[in-house]
């Protein structure tokens, strides 16, 4: 994994998680705004005392922040260091029943039900790049289309193949022809495979449950533009070009 080693977080590199994680998503300034962008932008997409469920919730920071503006969040993540964080990071919020944290395997959390007993969620978030980790994108969103509420949204942080900061590693000149020509590579990683996925790729996975209609910039921006998103219909060649100013890019998916 030393081709790549830059280019992945630490959490996909190494397997970080829990306090060790956190310390390092702080440690960096692009993480922090990243996370604040994103934050920020799913708030907007949820109705007052609205509820959202949190998938790869990791250690609890946004779910945190969605319940202290007022919203009932349910969550859930696969690692179990995670959520021993989560835990104690979300304790008073858990105990007050703003918070729930569903656990376990991956396999489970498909067949199961939300220990929150929400059924029609108004957004289902992930942020910092679990839909990366997805092999079988589309077994997810019929998972998350039986989690939505009729009007629901899915807003998905994910690594961009087109941030032109990985243009300088040779493991991205080395899969550039497979992401053109399949809509998507892998390569290895600590818990699961590592995909980068073209925005038709995320598109055409979706479907029939959900429908891709925005990308927009993985940072904050105060370009107008980049800030509202580009939809879509506009063409994948502009979102890849707004999606290659940073390395994660933000999509919003509407329910069918």
């Known amino acids: 994994m030393a081709h790549n080693e830059k280019a992945l977080t630490a959490f996909e590199r190494e397997g970080v998680a829990g306090a060790e994680y ?30 959202v469920f949190d998938f790869g919730a990791g250690p609890g920071i946004d779910a945190r922040f969605y319940a202290e503006r007022g919203l009932t969040v349910a969550a859930y993540d696969v690692d179990s ?3 021993e964080y989560f835990t104690e990071h979300c304790r008073d ?3 007050s029943g703003r918070v729930f944290l569903d656990r376990g395997g991956y396999a489970d959390f498909l067949a199961g039900e939300s220990v929150s007993g929400i059924r029609d969620f108004d957004l289902i978030t992930s942020n910092f790049a679990p839909l990366n980790l997805i092999d079988n994108l589309q077994e997810l ?22 941030y032109v900061g990985d243009v300088r590693y040779l493991w991205w000149w080395r899969n550039a022809l497979r992401l053109w020509r399949d809509g998507h590579y892998f390569v290895p990683g600590v818990q699961a495979r590592i995909f980068r996925r073209r925005i038709g790729d995320f598109a055409k996975r979706s479907k029939p449950y959900f429908e ?15 800030a509202e998103g580009l939809d879509v219909s506009s063409g994948e060649g502009r979102a890849s070009l707004l999606a290659s100013k940073a390395r994660f890019m933000f999509l919003l998916f509407e329910k069918q």
């Open 22 to 51: 956190v310390e390092r998503i702080d440690a960096k300034a692009s993480d922090r705004s990243a996370r604040m962008a994103f934050q920020n932008l799913a708030v907007t997409m949820v109705p007052h005392g609205g509820a």
């Open 81 to 83: 260091k995670m959520c």
């Open 93 to 95: 919020l858990i105990q």
């Open 141 to 162: 969103f019929s998972k998350f289309h039986a989690l939505s509420s009729p009007r629901g949204k899915v807003l998905a942080s994910v690594l961009s193949p087109y």
């Open 212 to 226: 891709l209609k925005q990308v927009f910039c993985g940072l904050p921006t105060r370009r107008t533009r980049d």
